[in-house]
């Protein structure tokens, strides 16, 4: 098994005052590092994950009082980042915590297995016979999530069909290839069911579970549209080849600059001139907020050929053949200066 050595148990024992403070009361500071490190260290995917953003995940976990055992949550890279990921066991541990809800449940229903769910005169009602012996991810129909009310004595319950949960996972999971899509894919569809009968939870004013809601979303796309966002060079092919008329909405200027514009699956528009140097590209990477955008910015600009972008690649490529490598380097260091 090949070993990941980018955090040791002396660069998480240097940082205990930090996670003491961070983690819940009940949850003991030691076996969060010890199992934090074993975490990183058995995972040779995260070789290639900077440091600091291992240490921003693992504190991430910290603020949600998570395990990092695979089960209550996970850290996974993400390009060269280490990303952390709540599991669907975390998130029913944060809301157990509150003592405010019974366990309730978390099921698969599959094809030929009495279901029902409806409501009747207020009253949610639900009705499951599963069979112990369906395992086959062809034969799943949907997923339903519940729990029980101590104060209200009412019933939240939550089902999502099998073509939303896809939904969910093709159009707005930043990982889709991910393990709980794929190998574990019960999880994938469990945790959707769960995420979203966590939104029906009176729990607004609880820090924890709003944290670990935060961090997941981190994994999806919440703000995507369709159609998907162009990457540099389409942008620019369609800029040259748009007709000017008086219906274009390009802005025709005495001295025309011609410029990419690169909308991002948050929503967001940049407008990049084509004629922009490399320090004016790091520049503007700081002009985003979250590793992710930044990530994917990063991904459209290394789309561009020389071209397309000439003085970009005039500035990088003559002095350094490697440039998009170092560029990525280099980007990784701001974005981890940013959010560290």
């Known amino acids: 098994m090949s070993i990941s050595l980018q955090v040791s148990q002396k660069d998480l024992n240097t940082r205990k005052d930090i996670y003491l403070n961070l983690l819940p009361k009940n949850v003991s500071v030691d076996k969060f590092i010890g199992t934090a490190v074993s975490a990183v260290a058995t995972n040779s995917d995260l070789s290639r994950c900077s440091q600091n953003s291992i240490l921003i995940a693992i504190n991430k976990a910290a603020q949600d009082g998570l395990m990092i055992d695979g089960k209550q949550a996970v850290i996974v890279p993400f390009g060269n980042s280490a990303t952390y990921m709540p599991m669907l066991a975390g998130l029913r541990l944060i809301v157990d915590d509150t003592k405010r809800f019974t366990i309730g449940k978390v099921a698969i229903v599959y094809e030929g297995e009495p279901f029902e769910h409806y409501v009747d005169n207020g009253d949610v009602i639900l009705k499951h016979m599963p069979n112990s012996e369906n395992t086959d991810q062809d034969k799943a129909i949907g997923a339903y999530a519940y729990v029980k009310d101590k104060e209200t004595n009412e019933l939240i319950c939550e089902y999502m069909n ?45 820090d924890r579970f709003q944290s670990a809601i935060n961090h997941d979303n981190e994994n999806y796309d919440l703000n995507n549209v369709t159609p998907q966002p162009k990457s540099a060079k389409e942008a620019v092919k369609e800029l040259l080849t748009k007709p000017t008329t008086k219906e274009s909405s390009v802005v025709q200027k005495e001295e025309p600059e011609l410029e990419i514009p690169i909308k991002f699956s948050d929503g967001k528009t940049l407008i990049f001139p084509l004629e922009i140097n490399a320090q004016q590209l790091i520049d503007l990477t700081q002009t985003y907020h979250t590793r992710e955008q930044e990530e994917g910015m990063l991904t459209d600009f290394l789309t561009a050929n020389k071209g397309i972008m000439p003085k970009l690649w005039d500035d990088m490529y003559k002095e350094n053949p490697n440039w998009t490598e170092q560029l990525k380097s280099n980007l990784t260091i701001i974005m981890e200066n940013n959010h560290a």
């Not at 093709?170 to 939104?199: C, F, H």
């Open 162 to 206: 099998k073509e939303t949960i896809l939904k969910i996972k093709n159009d707005y999971s930043k990982k889709p290839e991910a393990a709980m899509w794929t190998i574990r894919w019960t999880e994938g569809y469990k945790k959707t069911v769960y995420r979203q009968l966590a939104k029906q939870l009176p729990l607004a004013n609880n």
